[in-house]
């Protein structure tokens, strides 16, 4: 699954409020793919329809810098 397509993937079912879904599907896109941005931010989006802040950060393995980055945008995006 290249980058695009399974970020388009999870957005849809993001949409359909198919939660888990969006996450797995998250978690198939290769390394390099879970790093940018756009799945940072959309990963926030599916945990806070979750509602579980306590899923494992899959960018923890990759880098704990990234993870720390990850929980600050998760932040941001309750808080906006």
């Known amino acids: 699954m290249n980058h695009n397509d399974g970020l388009i993937r999870a957005e849809g079912y993001c949409d359909l409020g198919m939660w888990q ?14 790093v940018t941005v756009s ?5 926030a989006k ?16 990759v880098s704990p810098t990234r ?3 990850v929980m600050m945008l998760k932040l ?3 808080t906006s």
């Open 76 to 78: 941001l995006y309750v």
């Open 39 to 43: 799945v940072l931010l959309l990963h």
């Open 21 to 34: 879904q969006a996450f797995d599907t998250l978690e198939d896109m290769p390394t390099e793919a879970k």
């Open 46 to 61: 599916i945990l806070v329809g979750l509602g579980s802040w306590t899923k494992p950060c899959f960018w923890y393995q």
């Open 67 to 69: 993870c720390r980055e």
